[in-house]
């Protein structure tokens, strides 16, 4: 398998514009790389995406982190959700090329990973999903359910949400994946909001909470892999 340099920086073109991506390898390589998109409000070196990054590796992941467009172009205002496809599509593209991984693993946290699933349910082919906070609804409006493309997604999903996380009321989401448990594992952090954190008091610190994620992200990859090896991933 080829494979990228150690904290490799690429331009990748997406349409008429450019985007820059960081591929950073496992500490013990796997061969599984998770293409890895931000949040609305974040970009690929925020601290929660680089922290992240961080314990994936520790479990054996390839990390591939870049900006949506409007980030890297200075912007705070989300691109239209084709915009934010195409773009994870010419990150995955390139992310072939140089590093012919032999699992890819789509996603992201918040709104990269909704973008991710939205990709997969196209349907894009890849070997999975992993979906960190997915936005299920916007904030105080549980009717607006960002739910209609689920049960397109062919490939197994992780999806990993904390128990207060205010765009993701559970019993919602539950009722959502419920039909797609074949494919669908659901993670719950008990007591983590959208962020990740967790109250003072609650015993534990936002570091074991990540380390619970990274366990979480761990587990699920080793039992996808069998289903995964020998087998060439195309678009």
Partial sequence: MARGAAGATWR?????????????????????????????????????????AEHLRRRGLD?????????????????????????????????????????????????????????????????GLILL?????PAGEPEKLRAAHLAQIDVPVLCINGTRDALCRRDLMERATSPLADRWTMHWVEGADHGFHVPKGAGRSDRDVLNEIG????????????RTKGSETMD
Wanted: glycine share 10%; hydrophobic share 45%; charged share 20%.
């Fill in 12 to 52: 990748v073109k997406v349409g008429d514009a450019e985007t820059t991506a960081t591929f950073e390898p496992a500490l013990t390589p796997t061969g599984t790389l998770f293409v890895c998109a931000h949040g609305a409000g974040g970009h690929m070196a925020d601290h929660g995406l680089l922290t992240l």
């Fill in 63 to 127: 990390v591939l982190r870049f900006n949506f467009l409007y980030r890297e172009q200075g912007s705070r205002r989300p691109d239209p959700m084709p915009r934010l496809k195409e773009c994870i599509v010419a990150v995955a593209a390139r992310a072939r090329e140089e590093i012919a991984p032999a699992t890819l693993i789509l996603g992201g946290r918040s709104m990269g990973g909704r973008a991710a699933s939205m990709l997969a349910a196209d349907p894009f082919r890849c070997d």
């Fill in 133 to 137: 906070a997915y936005p299920l609804h």
């Fill in 215 to 226: 366990d979480a992200c761990g587990a699920w990859v080793a039992r996808l892999q069998p």
